[in-house]
């Protein structure tokens, strides 16, 4: 068939008028009307569409090729993937962008217009998910084999609302009115038992055969999300699965076998993928979540045997050598566990064997030391859905003790510290310890943080295994994080430096000898400002509100969190507003505020802190003393098409967490490539930014870890800040006044009682006086407009090492063991 006709050719063969014509085309064939009838919508849907045509083709060649050369594959579990939008990024990464672009407006149609069309597929919470999605970016662009597995969420992260200064939920829908960019695979079905109880047997040579016995059965049905890499060479795929009640679970003959009680276990399948929990960085410890990462898992663990099979029948032998199975934290654990019960109770390996094969599949990342966040379920919970595994995780911990005794002789303390299971008065099985002890290789997301999972999460783990527990600092896809969200800053690096930085990130080193060219300063700083000038727009639609493009943008964006401080920020933005109303001469460059943020439901002083931002900035915002020195703008429903806009025309990101408290961070890294100048605690991916540009283009303050643990030591006294430091003592004391909230005394009060009555945590009074000392060193070098533009470019030009490529290759070559695979055109 002629290649043109079928319109599958090779995309760097395409033209304007070959785009058109698919877009016209689908219109017509796929949507069902025209080009006068065409709303945004229609057109957003068939460009997709026509660009589908392509993704698809790269889909089938890369998975014949990855197929006919049986390659070893990496295969990436995670509860959460926040892929955003995906028109753009296609688009940039078949090169079609321009080309797209040309054609629609010759159809009239505005290319940027269409894509706000499309709902952000927000099928994660925040860091951990979209680390996943920049992962998946780079193992495509990379040409590596590769899979994303997670859960197709019928309803992804909320949407937030803000009433009154409140925070509201409303459900997303992202795929309400079709997505057309998965596909459906009914014809990879799985399915996954639930509930139950075990049958143990006795087999041949009284070998011990356990059965389960199911109470329930669900369906798993596979959507495919094509993966596109840089250059459109390999597309890969994120598979998610959806739960359906199983039609081949009959119900009548299972109660006719005396099984009841076991129809009262019975899940509503529907349910299991139906929303995302939205709780970051905290254990939700509900049922229907451990059945969330059940059922992901098991249906992942069957998909990739039954491809395994298809090359090499009940051959176990190669199966490490072909998958690896990352764990995007402890969420998929349960996967070490089932994948025991496959080898042991259906294959029949023996226990060693099935043993030798798991710890040589599964790897494991640490995101997070926040105890809230390490997962823990109870044993009951586990024993009535899944009794087989508990069976599972007790062996695989019985036999971890005794190699705890070997090392540790006669050591109980030792034995109750590193068991899987905490005795309480309730059992817990801690899935850090199972991850720990089934996975070949462990890693932290930055330096600073796996020196503390090694230090003070799991020492004695690094005494028994050594050289297990490593690093791996984060990284982000700079296709999305720079050339598809600043396309002026792009082109302006492309005419610089050629346009290889976005697969070789490094490159951008190359600006750095431009850093004090004062005609280079002068064309980075006018993108910066136009990019500033789209933002401003976004807030007058979004809020009615105007704001001064000169004056300084300072960002805050990150999900709502007690040690991500976004406390500390407000009570700043109160003290300045109060040297203000003091001095009306108060020196300071004018500064625009802007934070970003989402808080779990049920958070409650998460909430409050939000309502807190949204109270002050009404009062700043309309007071005429303030005379437009202070702005402060919260942008409701902060996700990923958000992101896109905010950082580009960032000039400052606050990046202030508590020392020791964020794993890594990536919004740092993705806010310097655009250029934006970090005020920031050491903590992190700071400590690594930091090292990269250089003391002189990073604002730190704060405390540092050795200190915020001395501290607490000695005995931390929030009290002591107060009534030292009289601008502390009152702004604190405004919180419990009605001036922000008139009419509502004590609106805000649970902060101040979180910092004074409740200890600080966080340790909020401790940094203040410092924080408020590096926004005044910030104040003056903005207003050195070339010391400021030098800083900015030299962030750019630095942010080489935070690429995901250079993750995934760390990754790739100290764990995975992948080589690339070519795909031919
Ligand atoms: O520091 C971030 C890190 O950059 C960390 O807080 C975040 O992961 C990012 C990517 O490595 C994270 N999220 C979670 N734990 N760590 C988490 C925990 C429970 C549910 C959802 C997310």
């Not at 025209?34 to 660009?51: F, L």
């Not at 402060?632 to 896109?644: C, G, M, T």
């Not at 101040?752 to 966080?762: A, E, M, T």
């Amino acid at each position: 068939m002629n290649a043109k006709a079928n319109n599958t050719q090779s995309p760097a063969k395409i033209d304007k008028s070959d785009f058109k014509a698919a877009v016209v085309k689908h219109l017509h064939c796929t949507l069902g009307t025209d080009e006068n009838k065409a709303n945004n919508h229609a057109w957003w849907k068939a460009t997709c569409a026509a660009m589908q045509e392509h993704v698809l083709e790269g889909l089938r060649k890369t998975q014949k090729t990855h197929y006919l050369n049986d390659t070893r594959a990496v295969h990436y579990f995670s509860a959460e993937f926040l892929m955003g939008r995906l028109l753009s990024n296609n688009l940039q990464n078949f090169g079609l962008f321009e080309v797209a672009s040309g054609a629609l407006k010759e159809l009239g149609v505005e290319l940027t217009d269409i894509m706000e069309q499309e709902p952000d597929m927000a099928l994660g919470n925040g860091g951990l998910g979209r680390l996943a999605a920049c992962f998946i970016d780079s193992l495509a662009t990379m040409e590596l084999p590769a899979i994303g597995y997670g859960i197709h969420y019928e309803h992804g992260l909320f949407r937030q609302e803000i009433k009154s200064g409140a925070q509201i939920e409303r459900p997303d829908s992202w795929r309400d009115y079709g997505n057309p960019w998965e596909i459906c695979r009914p014809e990879s079905i799985q399915e996954v038992s639930l509930f139950g109880y075990v049958e143990t047997k006795y087999g041949e040579n009284g070998r011990v055969l356990k059965e389960w016995h199911p109470g329930s059965i669900v369906k798993g049905v596979p959507w495919d999300i094509p993966v596109v890499g840089y250059e459109g060479k390999t597309v890969n795929v994120l598979r998610l699965w959806q739960s359906e009640a199983s039609d081949y679970f009959n119900w009548d003959v299972f109660n006719a076998g005396g099984y009841v009680d076991a129809q009262r276990e019975n899940v509503q399948a529907e349910t299991i993928s139906k929303v995302l929990y939205p709780n970051d960085e905290t254990e939700a410890g509900k049922e229907l979540r451990l059945i969330q990462q059940y059922f992901f898992c098991s249906c992942s663990l069957k998909d990739i045997i039954r491809r395994y099979k298809r090359a090499h029948g009940d051959d176990w032998s190669r199966f490490a050598d072909q998958v690896v199975i990352q764990l995007n934290d402890t969420h998929p654990a349960i996967a070490i566990p089932e994948l025991m019960r496959i080898l042991v109770d259906r294959a029949e390996l023996d226990w060693d064997q099935a043993w030798g094969i798991c710890t040589q599949v599964f790897a494991y990342t640490n995101h997070t030391l926040l105890p809230e966040a390490l997962e823990k379920w109870p044993a009951r919970m586990i024993e009535k859905i899944l009794p087989r595994h508990l069976e599972i995780i007790y062996e695989i911990n019985h036999r971890f003790m005794a190699e705890v005794d070997k090392k540790w002789p006669g050591d109980n303390a030792m034995k109750a510290k590193l068991s899987i299971i905490e005795e309480g008065h309730e059992k817990m099985v801690r899935m850090g310890h199972l991850s720990v002890i089934g996975s070949f290789a462990v890693n932290g997301v930055a330096e600073m943080h796996s020196r503390l999972v090694k230090s003070s999460l799991f020492p004695e783990f690094d005494e028994l295994y050594p050289g297990k527990l490593t690093n791996v600092t984060n990284g982000i896809t700079p296709r999305r994080w720079l050339k598809a969200c600043n396309p002026s800053l792009s082109k302006l690096i492309d005419k610089k430096i050629g346009v290889d930085w976005p697969k070789d990130l490094y490159k951008l080193e190359g600006l750095a000898k431009f850093a004090s060219n004062k005609t280079f300063q002068k064309q980075f700083m006018k993108v910066k400002l136009e990019n500033k000038e789209l933002l401003a727009e976004e807030i007058r639609q979004s809020l009615d509100l105007e704001v001064d493009v000169n004056a300084i943008f300072d960002v805050q964006i990150k999900r709502l969190h007690e040690y991500k401080r976004q406390h500390l920020n407000l009570l700043h933005i109160m003290a300045l507003y109060r040297r203000i109303l003091e001095n009306p001469d108060y020196d300071m460059h004018p500064r625009v505020f802007i934070f970003g943020a989402k808080a779990a439901p049920g958070y409650k002083l998460a909430k409050d802190i939000i309502y807190a931002i949204n109270k002050v900035a009404d009062k700043i915002n309309n007071d005429p003393r303030v005379n437009n020195k202070i702005k402060v703008v919260f942008l409701p429903n902060y996700r990923v098409s958000l992101a896109e806009k905010m950082i580009p025309a960032s000039d400052v990101s606050e990046q202030i967490s508590t020392a020791g408290k964020e794993a890594s961070g990536t919004g740092n890294m993705k806010l310097a490539l655009n250029g934006a100048v970090t005020i920031g605690t050491l903590d992190g991916a700071n400590v690594e930014i930091a090292e990269e540009v250089g003391d002189d283009n990073i604002f730190i303050f704060g405390l540092t870890v050795e200190e915020v643990n001395e501290l607490k030591a000695k005995g931390y006294n929030p009290l002591d800040y107060y009534y030292k430091d009289p601008e502390i003592k009152a702004v604190l004391d405004w919180l419990e006044t009605d001036y922000f909230t008139p009419g509502k005394p004590g609106a805000l009060v649970s902060i101040k009682q979180s910092l004074l009555d409740h200890g600080d945590p966080y340790m909020v009074l401790a940094d203040y006086r410092s924080y408020s000392d590096a926004q005044i060193a910030v104040d003056e070098a903005y207003r050195d407009k070339e010391r400021w533009a030098e800083m900015a470019i030299i962030n750019t030009a630095k942010m080489g090492k935070f690429t995901s490529d250079r993750s995934i290759k760390d990754y790739v070559d100290r764990i995975w063991k992948l080589s690339p695979c070519k795909i031919e055109n």
